[in-house]
């Protein structure tokens, strides 16, 4: 229990909360969407009134009402709205879920971007974002098709950057373990080379040949990410989660962190063609910003 309120707040009495009530919910999806640009809708307010009581357990509030009038006030760095986010994002996540793509990364594209260093039509130097990469199970699988597939990586500059809105969906990805089931699709080889297996327990802890090309950061993508561009970004599974308005924002700011000629990798049902028109769509899910861009004035 924080002090801050136990000192002003009447004693909890969660098991008379039910659900927050339409208007409560009208307010906390307002509070959410200018916070994040995601969307509650109506159907959520079971979800979102029991993630809710989790927070109201942990801080010692009495009530939805009292707990939204507390979140209102608080800066969006305070750790409580990162604890608040944290819950409300959460969602399940494990490594080399959508097998098609990594098959694409692992076959093709790190054999052409190999072709084309040996070659000398590009440098030993790769950067990839992943956003919203939740506990890091996408940027682990980054770095282990990278080191499974890519010969000589370690002559090569890689930099796989993972970013979340919430602070402990980061701090879980910075360690770097997983449990079997999060690890129920990595290929028998890959846990063998790159995974270090517990003694006592059935989880997995990433070894240091993925460490070493990993980093995060909390970001929240309505922001700027403010760093050199990106040969490749992971943006999947949470567009589903943002408006019109919103994944546009989230676009534009996605669209100037990857380099000319760089790839994105989205959702195969996330609704974002309309709003990338300038990139080439290679697939569902894989699209490719022009090398160069194409003027936009009228000829006369």
């Given amino acids: 229990m924080k002090e801050a309120h136990s000192s002003i707040l009447p004693i909890p009495t969660f098991g008379n909360l039910e659900q927050v009530s339409d208007a409560q919910l009208t307010r906390y999806a307002e509070l959410i969407y200018q916070k994040t640009g995601i969307r509650i809708s109506p159907q959520k307010k079971m979800l979102l009134s029991n993630r809710l009581r989790r927070r109201l357990r942990d801080t010692g509030i009495a009530d939805f009402e009292a707990y939204y009038q507390h979140l209102k006030k608080l800066p969006s760095g305070d750790p409580e709205w990162n604890a608040f986010l944290q819950e409300i994002t959460t969602h399940e996540t494990y490594l080399f879920r959508d097998e098609v793509q990594w098959r694409w990364f692992r076959r093709e594209y790190l054999a052409q971007i190999a072709s084309d260093a040996q070659a000398g039509r590009r440098q030993r130097s790769l950067r ?18 990278i080191a499974g597939g890519l010969l000589n990586y370690q002559q090569w500059n890689i930099t796989i950057l993972g970013t979340d809105i919430g602070a402990g969906a980061v701090e879980q990805a ?18 063998r080379r790159f995974f270090v297996k517990a003694k006592d327990a059935a989880v997995w802890q990433a070894g240091p040949a993925l460490k070493g090309m990993v980093s995060f950061r909390q970001h929240n993508l309505l922001e700027p990410l403010r760093l050199p561009p990106f040969d490749m970004v992971f943006l999947k599974n949470v567009l589903i989660y943002f408006d019109a308005a919103s994944k546009k924002r989230v676009l534009e700011n996605v669209r100037a962190a990857i380099k000319p000629g760089g790839m994105l990798i989205t959702g195969a049902a996330e609704g974002v063609s309309e709003f990338l028109r300038d990139f080439e769509r290679l697939s569902p899910w894989l699209y490719r910003r022009p090398a160069t861009q194409r003027s936009t004035e009228v000829r006369r």
């Fill in 174 to 191: 910075r360690a770097g373990v997983f449990g079997e089931r999060a690890m129920r699709l990595v290929p028998e080889e890959d846990r």
């Fill in 128 to 145: 990839i974002w992943s956003a919203a990469c939740s506990t890091g199970d996408e940027v682990y699988t980054i770095a282990c098709c």
